[in-house]
């Protein structure tokens, strides 16, 4: 029967939000009709209402099914929304309310940025709201919280000795009400109703699959027929039976518990018992039943974080030889994984497909599986692997180390905890060549003055005490599987590819990324073999003449070709784990029989210029977010970044991606350049690449940056923030590196500017690379394939290009304008602010956090206070860092820049710039 909505409602509702009440008609009927899930249909109403949570819920009360308003209740109970003890009692007659109302209806959604919604709810606020009816904690039996509710679901019933009285293991809210039978597991009624509707609207399973690890199916309105497994193992239920009140259930602590584990090493304040219980029954909320008592070893805990490989991963390998069942973990806590920069969009997509092939792998080749855990708002990954610990009784942790500094903290306090409790912890290198604190290429006055600061040889210097690479490791030959398995989660859960709807449709912006990539481990090893038997030659060959050259008989790099497939990819892969940089790439690479040992040398130096990246954030924790020196916190942008541009406000939007595009600025030069729309078909087809496909090569970066920074004179955080969304590979240590060399305020300053039209005799020569992401301009010949505005109007119209229409005019007319606009703010910086910093040679001091003083190599258009540009890429040659020299020497001695400069100082400084730019 049709519940009616209150008198006027409609109208009001109409009023308020205008033309999206249409919208909200379309998603609530399909939602109604079992189009849209229960998650997608709260995100998408709380987006047209302005997250009005009090009128989101005056809506859900008018929907016709109410199963519909129970699968809408369950959904906020989990993201927070809703209070977990709002749950409808059926088997009392207690008679709360379905929906909230007053206070209880204020509750925003969990979110990452404190300018989303106004005001995240507090964490102990949360916990408290959802625990207030728990009875204070009997602390004569300090065992207890962690044996009740790691034992959740077991009838006890041995006549005589004193019992707990057991709730529902589920929502922990309401006392248990009905029994699985043969299985004996139990639950309240209200978790039975919103189960038995699970089970008939989503995919069956297989039966040893953990609650919520669900493939990626849509849900329709077909239901199945299969009689309802038991929630917790799985099993065949013949039929579920009350619970009498006579005869209530009740849960007693087992005689012989394994010793009690506590949830934190900290010792108890008083009154502290009853947080204590709160936090432990709600990071155990949908445990599974205790685990067996068993007399064999123990299990060892392996943690997945950056690692998503079998073969070389050195925790997993070395907890394998113990001897003793491992359990493989995965914790998405993006609190404490993420700090200040959240995953972007692109990041999580993959990350939930690498953890898939993993779980997969783990699955056809050991028997094994991963347990996936997200802990509530409140409490971290040490929480979650206490309560796995208490759950199979491991008494080891072994984890592969990461090397930002928030996540060296959270680490560092895990293990204290873990240590604290008996546990054994071991910590791994599985990620980098040199580890941060190993590697000192500062460690000398010399290295800091006179080895170019910030650059890669700089940084070798200081790893050539530690020796080689060592050797990868192999595979395990078994992994042995505990007797119980934690429950876990589900990797759907963690929502790590949950794709928005506009309309009541899907928005698969993560298309072009499925197509593009093979994810997993198979995928990287086949990405590895194609660039060693196919593009390792080709890395560093100048052999080729032809297009591009620059007729000195050096032509550039076929590495810098944006149209094959000459350079690595395989960034995505390393980032995540899915190969071993610091052995499996540099042993295969350096072992290469190849000719070209040219090739193979400058390949093996990105793998030292990446874990530069993580020396240089581990040294100066700030550089993501500030300038590394300081005196360009004052430089001049025509775009510049504020406090208000905070990362993870801007991120945030990442997970609904409404307008397909992250509102982080609505400056139209800035809005133009994330959208490929700037009017320079090779900085917007490298745009286009990296927003379909997430990525795009090292060079094609350099383009981009570069037009932001040198030409738009935009500040360079905001183009590291675009990226961080819109790269698969996207790293904190190398973006923050590499934007603020590009920026002019890093270790290294970027001694080159590439052009966006002459860039690409270099890089896309016949404009094969701007003809497949701008489809619309396929038609022009490679004359004007780069420079559209040149062809004349017929051969315009012939081709079927109209500027302006199908394609965009051009952002900027006059480059060489820009270029002495952003020149300019530089130099207006140094002679002020910045005048303090400026050495005798014209380079400049960074005070480092230990007092002594680094001297950083900076760009000859800088250190001559220049009035026009002298870095600069000419139509009459093809961009190479290693042809620089050429083009330095020509801007020096034709300008005539330093004239008021003897010929030998001259001479010096043209030395100390070609030195810089080739090591």
């Known amino acids: 029967e049709k519940v009616m909505p209150p008198k006027g409602y409609v109208s009001r509702l109409k009023a308020r939000i205008g033309d999206r009440f249409q919208i909200l008609k379309d998603i609530s009927l399909n939602f109604q009709h079992r189009e849209m899930d229960a998650a997608t249909y709260c995100e998408v109403a709380l987006d047209i209402l302005e997250d009005d949570t009090e009128v989101f819920f005056q809506l859900v009360e008018i929907l016709p099914d109410i199963a519909l308003q129970e699968d809408v209740r369950a959904h906020c109970i989990v993201t927070g929304l809703l209070p977990q003890n709002s749950r409808a009692d059926t088997s009392s007659n207690d008679s709360r309310p379905v929906i909230p109302s007053g206070d209880n209806a204020q509750h925003h959604r969990p979110s990452s940025s404190a300018e989303d919604d106004g005001v995240a709810p507090a964490p102990d606020r949360y916990v408290g709201e959802v625990n207030h009816s728990i009875e204070p904690l009997d602390t004569s039996q300090p065992y207890l919280p962690t044996d009740v509710s790691a034992g959740v679901g077991c009838p006890v019933d041995d006549g005589g000795e004193a019992h707990q009285l057991a709730q529902c293991p589920i929502c922990l809210d309401q006392p248990s009400s009905v029994r699985c039978e043969p299985c004996g597991h139990h639950l309240c009624k209200s978790c039975l109703q919103i189960w038995r509707h699970t089970c008939k609207t989503q995919p069956q399973h297989d039966a040893g699959a953990a609650w919520g690890d669900r493939h990626q199916v849509r849900v329709t309105s077909k239901k199945s027929h299969a009689p309802t497994p038991c929630p917790f193992c799985r099993s065949a239920v013949k039929a579920y039976t009350n619970i009498k009140p006579e005869t209530e259930l009740v849960l007693k602590a087992p005689t012989h518990a394994r010793p009690s584990i506590p949830s934190t090493h900290e010792p108890a304040a008083p009154g502290a018992a009853n947080a204590d219980r709160r936090t432990t029954q709600l990071s155990c909320a949908s445990r599974a039943p205790p685990p067996p008592q068993t007399s064999g070893p123990a299990p060892c805990i392996v943690w997945f974080r950056q690692d998503m490989r079998i073969a070389d991963n050195e925790a997993l390998y070395h907890a394998c030889n113990k001897g003793v069942p491992v359990i493989p973990v995965f914790i998405l806590a993006p609190d404490e994984e993420e700090g200040d920069w959240p995953m972007g969009g692109a990041s999580r997509y993959w990350l939930h497909h690498s953890l898939k092939c993993l779980d997969a792998s783990l699955k056809s080749q050991y028997n094994s599986r991963i347990v996936f855990r997200r802990p509530l708002p409140g409490m971290g990954s040490v929480d979650e692997l206490m309560a796995v610990i208490r759950e199979s009784g491991a008494q080891s942790v ?26 054994q912890v071991r910590s791994f290198n599985s990620l980098l060549l040199y580890e941060p604190w190993d590697a000192k290429p500062d460690d000398s006055d010399d290295s ?180 590394l020196r300081p005196q360009y916190e004052s430089q001049r942008w025509d775009l510049g970044w504020s406090s208000k541009d905070d990362p993870v406000a801007a991120l945030q939007v990442k997970k609904r991606r409404w307008d397909y595009f992250m509102q982080a600025s609505k400056d139209p030069r800035l809005r133009a350049w994330q959208r490929g729309e700037t009017g320079y078909p090779l900085v917007d087809a490298a745009m286009q690449e990296m927003w379909i496909t997430g990525y795009m090569t090292n060079y094609m970066r350099h383009i981009t940056a570069g037009f932001l920074i040198e030409y738009l004179n ?58 497949k992401w701008l489809p619309m301009l396929k038609g022009l010949p490679r004359e004007y394939i780069h420079c559209p505005w040149e062809a004349p109007a017929t051969l315009l119209a012939a081709a079927g290009v109209t500027l302006g229409r199908n394609y965009p005019k051009r952002i900027i007319v006059d480059l060489e304008a820009a270029r002495r606009n952003s020149l300019a703010a530089v130099v207006e910086m140094r002679e002020k602010i910045g005048a303090k910093y400026v050495l005798p040679d014209g380079n400049e001091a960074l005070h480092l956090p230990d007092g002594r003083i680094a001297r950083c190599i900076t760009r000859v258009d800088y250190k001559v206070m220049a009035k026009e540009p002298l870095t600069r890429q000419t139509a009459a040659t093809a961009w190479d860092e290693e042809d620089v020299q050429e083009e330095i020497f020509y801007q020096l001695r034709w300008k005539n820049v330093l004239g008021m400069l003897s010929d030998q100082e001259q001479g010096r400084m043209l030395e100390e710039e070609i030195w810089t730019l080739i090591i």
């Open 398 to 423: 072994f984890y592969n180390r990461v090397y930002e500094p928030w996540r060296i903290k959270r680490d560092q306090q895990v293990e204290a905890t873990l240590v604290a409790a008996g546990v």
């Open 714 to 771: 935009i500040d360079w955080r905001h183009g590291e923030l675009w990226y961080h969304d819109t790269l698969v590979d996207a790293d904190v240590p190398i973006q923050a590196m590499m934007w603020q060399n590009g920026g002019h305020s890093g270790m290294d300053q970027w001694n080159f500017v590439m052009h966006p039209v002459f860039a690409a005799k270099a890089c896309d020569p016949d404009g094969d690379y701007v003809r």
């Open 448 to 627: 800091c003055w006179n080895s170019g600061f910030g650059s890669v040889r700089f940084f070798l210097r200081g790893c050539e005490p530690l020796g080689a690479p060592k050797q990868p490791l192999g595979k395990p030959t078994r992994i042995i599987a505990p007797s119980y398995m934690p429950m876990s989660t589900g990797l759907q859960a963690l929502q790590l590819a949950d794709l928005p709807r506009k309309h009541g449709r899907t928005i698969d912006w993560a298309a072009g990324i499925r197509s593009t990539w093979e994810f997993g481990e198979a995928g990287a090893a086949r990405a590895l073999d194609e660039f060693v038997e196919e593009g390792l030659d080709k890395f560093d060959d100048r052999s080729k003449q032809g297009a591009g050259s620059d007729g000195t008989g050096r032509p550039p790099s076929e590495r810098f070709r944006a149209d094959k497939r000459n350079t690595a990819r395989i960034s995505p892969y390393m980032h995540f784990g899915e190969m071993s940089p610091n052995r499996q790439v540099y042993h295969r690479v350096a072992e290469k029989h190849s000719h070209n040992k040219r090739s193979i040398n400058t390949f093996l130096r990105r793998l030292a210029w990446r874990d530069l990246a993580y020396w240089a954030l581990w040294r100066f924790p700030y550089t993501p977010v500030r300038s």
